[in-house]
């Protein structure tokens, strides 16, 4: 976790900005870990006709849906997770974790944010990378595999986790989808408790010659299905070009 996004974890000072640091952590422990162990240049991207395009490898494309717009560093304290945590916060501390906002928003391709306050952020990789990229997924996963992935995953997250909030991770499904126009999508539902409540992560991974894209999703603590169906409009118009 040597990007400039993950130092965003440490550093924020004493009193609320620390626990703010803290509890982002899980957020941002989930993207890091599940992608590159490092930050690399910001890739240049574009919004056009109701459309996100990657224009670097690996090449990609999805339409941006309905009630979504792209986030920005101000949208963060809108966030769902985010909302009661600076509400908490003083001037200093919500000075502080603006700042480290900033460099989160240059850690991933682009976020997205509902109308209500869920979140998307993605990721990519070109080349070989991802969860699980040394066997063709045509032929699925035997529950041998499905459990070795999310044990990796979930040792990665707990160990990431700074000591106090180390999270109760729940694995709720892991499969291949195979209706979409790319074939073979990766896709996990977990649930991490954390000290400020219950997260409900979605995450897709989708897979070319070219490289890895990687799509999470999370709803608010309110409605932890808020939405959701955006996040399948997006994967079923999601296109490697």
């Known amino acids: 976790m040597g990007c400039a996004a993950c130092?965003?974890?440490?550093?924020?000072?004493?009193?609320?900005?620390?626990?703010?640091?803290r509890n982002w952590a899980l957020t941002v422990v989930v993207l890091t870990t599940l992608t590159l162990p490092g930050c690399a240049p910001l890739p240049k991207v574009e919004y056009w006709d109701g459309f996100f395009r990657h224009l670097h490898p690996p090449q990609y494309m999805f339409q941006v849906p309905d009630g979504w717009r792209p986030v920005t560093t101000s949208d963060y304290?809108?966030?769902?997770?985010n909302r009661r945590l600076f509400q908490r916060l003083d001037e200093a501390g919500r000075t502080a974790a603006m700042q480290r906002a900033?460099?989160?928003m240059q850690s991933g391709d682009t976020g997205l944010i509902s109308s209500r306050g869920a979140w998307i952020q993605v990721r990519?990789?070109?080349?070989?990378g991802g969860w699980y990229t040394f066997k063709d997924l045509r032929f699925g996963l035997?529950?041998?595999?499905k459990q070795a992935i999310w044990q990796r995953l979930a040792a990665s997250l707990?160990?990431?986790?700074?000591p106090?909030?180390?999270?109760?991770?729940?694995?709720?499904?892991?499969?291949?989808?195979?209706?979409?126009d790319v074939r073979n999508v990766l896709r996990l539902r977990f649930t991490a408790d954390v000290p400020r409540g219950s997260m409900h992560w979605t995450i897709l991974e989708f897979y070319a010659?070219?490289?890895?894209v990687t799509v999470a999703y999370v709803g608010i603590p309110e409605d932890r299905e808020e939405g959701l169906a955006g996040l399948e409009v997006l994967a079923r118009t999601f296109r490697f070009f």
């Open 209 to 212: 010659s070219s490289g890895v």
């Open 164 to 180: 106090a909030e180390k999270p109760n991770l729940t694995l709720e499904s892991l499969d291949v989808v195979e209706d979409y």
């Open 77 to 81: 304290p809108l966030l769902g997770f």
């Open 142 to 145: 035997s529950d041998r595999e």
């Open 124 to 128: 990519s990789q070109s080349g070989p």
């Open 7 to 21: 130092r965003q974890l440490e550093g924020l000072g004493e009193g609320e900005g620390v626990k703010l640091g």
């Open 158 to 162: 707990i160990q990431a986790a700074p």
């Open 102 to 104: 900033e460099l989160e």
